[in-house]
């Protein structure tokens, strides 16, 4: 039966793991199986850990196969011998197979074990004021404030103090040209002056301001300015800009045009900053592992996603690290080609004359770092012309620039599902 406080959090995981015994890719695995009655494991971790500092969590949710390969038992939890693929099916009769609990009593204790520090993902941000001073008798303070509408404005206080307001901390040269003429109206020549202290207190400001994070009550109603919300929303505004350039793209003569530099400068920021959050939730999956229960589904279709990149095949899960050499080299290709060459150079210099000048033998050890064991002329000239190198390059075909856009939606999918997960659990903590 199902608890009253983690109804909810059961139906996540119970939908989740029947999602993913419902796919191609569990049929055709399972029909590879022999006959009988057993378990199925599903595995905790789906992706390639090259960046993963964790451990897996040892525990599996499993699916109880009787010999028709049909399913009629509840979703369970086990602790099985560790295992590499998506799936691991274990006899009945078989030596090691695991002994399996409820999914109701391991619930139960993932909640009591769970703690409140997971619920920073899920913790409300709110935009605070921040004051820095400024080191002039014209304005006294620099302000950051969110809420004002204008970008920049200079504000007189009761006593007659002045200050200035801002509302972004991005571009110092807007918020200045905003109050530029209000300044050059008050001081004259004085204004240059001013400006440059102005663009040093904007410098601290950028520095000190803060948005404050503030953690959910047990059973709180659902913020709506989450840090995983914050996240998705900034992964979603990209992913369009990003099918948008892809469309334009396609729809060009050739390939070398501006929208696909838009494809490969969302791309990177993506494998760059997105790898490095999914490498987090992979985290909070290892260490909590009712999180991983309740986005299994989403987990698993985004790991299906990378799989399915056109790159070099690599046998059995996809590597994160991978992904970004990839996505690396496609942009160095792109961006990385001032010299003009897309190859090494290479010069034979047989019957060319050099000569040497000295070689010296079993130097001090503690001299060997700075020494030059064989020094000839213009060996300066050489070693300043082997600086010139070829940044790593990685020819892409459009085919995985239009599969990325699936990997980007996936990533988006599982956000809002651990963020909904987080919930759910913070729901069950009354």
Known sequence: MKTTKLGAVQDLVEAGATAVAKTTIFSDWLSEESEGDGLVAINNSFVYRDLVKTTKNAQYLCLPLK????????????????????????????????????LDGALQAELKSLGSLVFVLIGQIEEVTCDISIDHNYAHLLRFDPTQKETSAVTTGEEGERSITVNELVDPEAAWNEIQATVQGDIGDEAEVFRAQFSVAFDKLQQEAQSSLQLPSPGGAKSQSSFLGHIRGAVKDQRTLYEDALRKTQRAKTSHTSHLNEVLRIAYNFADDAIKVLTLLVSVCDLKGVVLWCTLRQHFELAEAFRLLPWTKIEGKASLKRYQEVINGARNRAFHNLLGFDRSVFSDLTGVTIKARSLTLLPAHGRRKGHTPFDYEDRELVEVLSQLTLAPETAVSMEFWKRNADVMAKFESLLEATEDALWALNGART
């Open 67 to 102: 010999g028709d390969k049909s399913f009629t038992e509840p979703v369970s939890v086990a602790r099985p011998q560790s295992f590499n693929t998506d799936f691991k099916f274990f006899k009945a009769a078989s030596k090691i197979m695991p002994e399996t609990q409820t």
